[in-house]
């Protein structure tokens, strides 16, 4: 049978676990912050030259959209580049008219998800109609030219590399 002798044995060992993982804890978090600001600078330069290949690649990319028709995108080098449709903004000229319209045109059950209490359209819940409904209602979709694509296509370094430039520019703010 256990007794409370035991049992405090066994609480001591553990807090004395929990002092030693504490401590390698900090030692580990020290040597990261001693890395991270040595090669910070780099870090940043480094970030900034990537930056300014990837204006040159969107201007070259803008400049011959002819070139990506069909494909629109392709993946060169591990980037993902071309053109691509954007989603587009909704547009209501008139709210309180196109709410009239949704209340008289559409069944009630839809109406509910396109207006907020407060008498507003649910932009979000807009995409969801058709043309001739959105046109009907007096909603215009803009912005739905194509727009240059450059992404890299993300392997497990890229994201780790994010990470670390994230927490950087927050210990460094």
């Not at 929990?18 to 090669?39: F, G, P, W």
């Amino acid at each position: 049978m256990t007794s409370l002798t035991d049992i405090e044995s066994l609480a001591a060992e553990f807090a004395a676990a929990r002092i030693n993982l504490i401590d390698r804890a900090a030692v580990l978090k020290a040597e990261i912050e001693q890395v991270t600001q040595r090669e910070l600078p780099g870090l940043r330069q480094a970030a900034e030259k990537a930056a300014e290949a990837e204006d040159r690649l969107r201007n070259a990319i803008d400049a011959a959209r002819q070139l990506f028709e069909k494909p629109r995108t392709q993946v060169m080098s591990g980037i993902r580049c071309g053109v691509k449709k954007q989603k587009g903004q909704v547009v209501i000229d008139d709210e309180a008219a196109t709410i009239a319209r949704i209340r008289k045109q559409l069944p009630e059950e839809q109406a509910e998800l396109l207006i907020r209490r407060r008498e507003s359209v649910h932009k979000p819940s807009v995409y969801d109609l058709t043309a001739a409904d959105l046109k009907r209602l007096g909603i215009r979709i803009e912005d739905t030219d194509d727009a240059v694509v450059v992404k890299p296509v993300a392997s497990a370094l890229d994201k780790l590399i994010d990470a670390w430039l994230a927490e950087a520019s927050e210990e460094m703010a």
